[in-house]
T-cell receptor, first 114, second 117 residues
Framework: TQLLEQSPQFLSIQEGENLTVYCNSSSVFSSLQWYRQEPGEGPVLLVTVVTGGEVKKLKRLTFQFGDARKDSSLHITAAQPGDTGLYLCAGDKGRKTSYDKVIFGPGTSLSVIP | GAGVSQSPSNKVTEKGKDVELRCDPISGHTALYWYRQSLGQGLEFLIYFQGNSAPDKSGLPSDRFSAERTGGSVSTLTIQRTQQEDSAVYLC???????????????FGNGTRLTVT
């Protein structure tokens, strides 16, 4: 059972275009994290969102956590070739007094064409 | 170095052989994870160590897979009687697991690419 779903699975766009990728679940998460992975390397954290409805911006990237803490989106403005990579969302369902493992979605593979 | 270190970076083995994959986490990180990633796919959770608690082994795909974490530091993932479907990149990650309202970020190694022929 895939607890975290991501869409689209693949995305190929021209440099300068905007895009949004989605991360959805039927479960409530205490936090969601977004990672980017480049070939031959491990994923690298981009952002963590914790509060329902939270919006965080990282330069041209905007992350939003759904009000019910079940979904999240990543919007990239004016995409550049350097944005190419696999974008992974990840979450845990732990509470303040307990730990829980972090699980990952299947990822969105983004290709930005110059 | 200061990051998560995995060895070997590449491993080619014959079907039926046993393999051991090693992970050196960042010093002081109490949480350690093993994930498996097939080509172009997401990360499949395998096992999770948190401090002195019993590990969460719920992601191990079969009893051919096992992992240990000695002294709360180095971890070894062992695959016995390897099969071709075990071919993948095995990623290790560690974190501080600060228990405020969310897990601290995971720091990943570059993985071990396992090929079973």
């Amino acid at each position: 059972t895939q607890l975290l779903e991501q869409s689209p699975q693949f995305l190929s766009i021209q440099e300068g275009e905007n895009l949004t990728v989605y991360c959805n679940s039927s479960s409530v998460f205490s936090s969601l994290q977004w990672y980017r992975q480049e070939p031959g390397e491990g994923p690298v954290l981009l952002v963590t969102v914790v509060t329902g409805g939270e919006v965080k911006k990282l330069k041209r990237l905007t992350f939003q956590f759904g009000d019910a803490r079940k979904d999240s989106s990543l919007h990239i403005t004016a995409a550049q070739p350097g944005d190419t990579g696999l974008y992974l969302c990840a979450g845990d369902k732990g509470r303040k007094t307990s730990y829980d493992k972090v699980i990952f979605g299947p990822g969105t593979s983004l290709s930005v064409i110059p | 170095g200061a990051g998560v270190s995995q060895s070997p970076s590449n491993k080619v083995t014959e079907k039926g052989k046993d393999v051991e994959l090693r992970c050196d986490p960042i010093s002081g990180h109490t949480a350690l994870y093993w994930y498996r990633q097939s080509l172009g796919q997401g990360l499949e959770f395998l096992i999770y160590f948190q401090g002195n608690s019993a590990p969460d082994k719920s992601g191990l795909p079969s009893d051919r897979f096992s992992a240990e974490r000695t002294g709360g530091s180095v971890s070894t993932l062992t695959i016995q009687r390897t099969q071709q479907e075990d071919s993948a990149v095995y990623l290790c990650a560690s974190s501080l697991a600060l228990r405020s309202s969310y897990n601290s970020p995971l720091h990943f190694g570059n993985g071990t690419r396992l090929t079973v022929t």
